[in-house]
């Protein structure tokens, strides 16, 4: 039978077929129910907050604007400085344990939260937003470099890409689930409202049930002198005898990188200070400079506050109504879903990371200073505007923002992030990206509501000129990381990062020849011996 997962062209790759089967795709497929924690909660939370039994429950339906907008703010940011914590504690777990008991760990922390949620009360309400924002924060720190770890070269964004396609694929269901319980229960219990927060045990039960037959990372044995363990993840993951020469050659590879990174600071091997060394050395915080910028503009496009405030978005543009609001929310989702689909299946590893960067942001940032435009003219924020030419483009806008970000910077910092850094600094310099993006991510949350009362269209405005500012960033500074062997970024980098991105492609193509030259020398040498022994 056919292997359906085999790739139709591998120009220049000598790996054997078995590798591309069934196993890194259910390796992914597992470990990702942790982004659907993720995507479920940024979807359903905004609008529950918009549900007659959860306003009349927490107080927000008698509150004045400025009130509901400080209720609203502190419900949803909650999570994200909980997040911020889950990441930050999440490296020490993770180093020290693994990549796949911190998941499992995370599950449990997120159902603990949801739990809270449950009660009905404004403190147990908060406290359960900080636990399920701490589980998200410290697996989706983790989830990334497991899937990125454990990948075939060439298929790498792909995989990493199931990561966004179940984060999209669950806040399709929490905007949904939302519009359903709005037409369909009655608002006059609690009833309405647990759905939406009951339904957040479903991902983390199913990634606790997953995990638990998944091998862990073979580089996190690695670099910690586990070989055996390795050589036998490794040979499950690839579908390989642990003898197998390509297995072994791989093996080989990654231990030389990591003995490469120790001698690097002529410590021994292991250590938390030694990690934090290594990732302060140059060439490596270059790298995490880097990524934090990505991570900053991935929020400062404005995703997240469409993501969290999408019913206030729309009524900005003239959509009254929860239930008109929660319906085009939903259209909102499956649109982004769609992208992302894209991205994953036919973009990021044919047409690669930093094209898709700029096509993207071109796209999101037209849409959203048509918003900003359209928002000014017609007095939106001020009153409801007519259902015209406009108010449909400007709706229009929304569903063209969401697949240009649905393909672009929705999750290309997730995995330039996860890829881009040495195997023993990778958790710590991640964790250190990643609870910079919860932070400016805080930061959008918490600010969204009183940006709209305060300077209505400029909102709008606002993101659209850092979406310029990402575009003129990631041509300039993001290297194409396409087809490239996460030991193999050294070359990409060196030690002068940041450096303009056509100048790090160029060191790499250099840098590889170079490195095939020297290997086509040796052999011939090595025949040139065996001969003359002859």
């Not at 999209?168 to 359903?180: E, I, M």
């Amino acid at each position: 039978m056919r292997n359906p997962f085999a790739l139709k062209e591998r120009p220049g790759d000598e790996a054997p077929p078995e590798i591309y089967g069934y196993r890194p795709y259910l390796l992914a497929f597992s470990a990702s129910w942790a982004s659907a924690m993720y995507g479920y909660d940024s979807a359903f939370i905004g609008g529950t907050i918009n549900l007659p039994s959860f306003q009349r429950r927490f107080g927000l339906a008698d509150a004045d604007p400025s009130a509901k907008a400080d209720l609203s703010s502190n419900i949803v940011s909650t999570f994200q400085g909980g997040a911020f914590f889950g990441c930050a504690m999440g490296f020490f777990f993770a180093e020290r344990f693994g990549r796949k008991p911190m998941l499992i760990l995370s599950a449990v922390m997120f159902a603990l939260g949801a739990a809270l949620q449950m009660v009905g009360h404004l403190g147990t309400l908060y406290g359960g937003r900080v636990l399920t924002g701490w589980g998200v924060g410290a697996s989706a720190m983790i989830l990334p470099i497991f899937v990125s770890e454990c990948s075939p070269a060439l298929i790498r964004g792909r995989l990493v890409g199931t990561f966004e396609i179940m984060l999209q694929v669950a806040l399709v269901f929490g905007f949904w689930v939302n519009y359903g319980v709005n037409e369909n229960v009655s608002p006059d219990g609690d009833t309405q409202w647990h759905i939406p927060v009951a339904v957040q045990f479903v991902p983390a039960g199913l990634l606790i049930i997953s995990m638990l037959p998944i091998p862990e990372s073979p580089r996190w044995l690695v670099s910690k002198g586990k070989l055996q363990q390795a050589r036998k993840s490794l040979g499950w993951i690839r579908h390989l005898p642990e003898d197998h020469p390509y297995l072994v050659r791989e093996l080989t590879m990654i231990e030389a990188a990591v003995t490469h990174e120790v001698e690097s600071t002529g410590q021994a091997h292991g250590g938390w200070t030694q990690i934090f060394k290594e990732m302060i050395q140059k060439g490596i915080r270059g790298r995490i400079v880097l990524c934090c910028f990505l991570v900053m503009f991935q929020n400062f496009t404005g995703i997240n506050a469409i993501n969290y405030y999408s019913p206030t978005i729309f009524r900005s543009i003239g959509f009254t109504g929860t239930s008109v609001g929660l319906l085009a929310t939903g259209i909102f989702g499956i649109v982004k879903m769609v992208a992302t689909l894209l991205y994953a299946f036919l973009l990021v590893d044919k047409v690669g990371r930093q094209p898709l960067l700029l096509i993207g942001g071109a796209g999101a940032g037209f849409a959203m200073f048509y918003l900003a435009g359209y928002s000014k003219i017609s007095g939106s924020f001020e009153g409801t505007p007519a259902m015209d030419a406009g108010a449909k483009c400007a709706v229009a806008m929304v569903y063209i923002y969401a697949l240009f970000y649905g393909f672009s910077w929705n999750g290309i910092p997730w995995l330039f992030t996860s890829e881009v850094l040495p195997t023993r600094v990778r958790t710590l310099g991640v964790a250190f990206c990643i609870c910079w993006q919860w932070l400016t991510q805080f930061i959008v949350v918490y600010s969204l509501p009183h940006m709209i009362l305060s300077i209505t269209y400029g909102t709008f405005l606002f993101f659209g000129c850092c979406t310029v500012l990402a575009i003129i960033f990631a041509w300039l500074f993001v290297p194409e990381t396409k087809g490239v062997q996460l030991e193999d970024m050294d070359l990409l980098f060196g030690t002068n990062v940041p450096i303009l991105s056509w100048q790090a492609r160029r060191n790499y193509v250099d840098a590889r020849n170079a490195r095939a030259a020297l290997s086509d020398q040796v052999a011939a040498k090595k025949d040139v011996a065996e001969v003359e022994e002859a």
